[in-house]
């Protein structure tokens, strides 16, 4: 099956900073690669996602980028705010339309943003 | 819609006690999914349902976990008999599977601490 590595498992920058965090995943079969961002006490919640006919999207702050090649993915949050503080997700999914719908997650990594 | 809903909230229970966990998934959506997040193990997925139907169950972990989906709107989690290392934060999250892609909306979760 997939396997979703996730680094660093936790990472602190200072407000006003970027924050990227990287994944790699191991089925080239996998076309569907969703964040989320889980705050304390919640359940993680989608954030940005995208799939691998495109190599990068950007949504204000936050964008992510695909290699396809390479099988790797990374998030970028440009002028973090503390309210960016969070644990954040990576998953990988292999074709939902194929009747398999699950997500393969990251470990998760903690991001603190120091005001 | 008001979400995946997840009760109880929270859960403290004994060594051997039964413990049921229940989910109401997003209205029309037709796959449920059941994970378990620890510090160890992060976010584990459990077994996951489409149209009320057990697709996997591989990753629970042994017999004293059992999952049902009467219908719909509805979904149990139960362990029994409970153990310590049972004690972890429970997630159910719903999606559509007619869509492209395979947003995963969570809820809140439940805290389960078995003592």
């Known amino acids: 099956g997939e396997n979703v590595e996730q680094h660093p498992s936790t990472l602190s920058v200072q407000e006003g900073d970027s924050a990227v965090i990287k994944c790699t995943y191991s089925?080239?079969?996998?076309?569907?690669f969703p964040w989320y961002k889980q705050e304390l006490g919640k359940g993680p919640q989608l954030i940005i996602d995208?799939?691998?006919?495109?190599g990068e999207k950007k949504d204000q702050r936050i964008a992510v980028t695909l290699n396809k090649t390479a099988k790797h993915f990374s998030l970028h949050i440009t002028e973090t705010q503390p309210e960016d503080s969070a644990v954040y997700f990576c998953?990988?999914?292999?074709?939902?339309?194929?009747?398999?719908?699950?997500?393969?997650f990251g470990t998760g990594t903690r991001l603190t943003v120091i005001p | 819609d008001a979400g995946v809903i997840q009760s109880p909230r929270h859960e403290v229970t004994e060594m051997g006690q039964e413990v049921t966990l229940r989910c109401k998934p997003i209205?029309?959506?037709?796959?449920l999914f059941w994970y378990r997040q620890t510090m160890m193990r992060g976010l584990e997925l459990l077994i996951y349902?489409?149209?009320?139907?057990?697709?996997?169950d591989s990753g629970m972990p042994e017999d004293r976990f059992s999952a049902k989906m009467p219908n719909a709107s509805f979904s149990t989690l139960k362990i029994q008999p409970s153990e310590p290392r049972d004690s972890a934060v429970y997630f159910c999250?719903?999606?559509?599977?007619?869509?492209?892609?395979?947003?995963?909306?969570f809820g809140a979760g439940t805290r389960l601490s078995v003592l």
């Open positions: 089925d080239s079969a996998s076309n569907y």
């Open positions: 349902f489409n149209n009320n139907v057990p697709i996997d």
């Open positions: 999250a719903s999606s559509f599977g007619g869509s492209a892609k395979n947003i995963q909306y």
């Open positions: 995208i799939r691998s006919n495109v």
């Open positions: 998953a990988a999914s292999i074709n939902p339309r194929a009747g398999a719908n699950n997500l393969f």
């Open positions: 209205s029309g959506h037709d796959y």
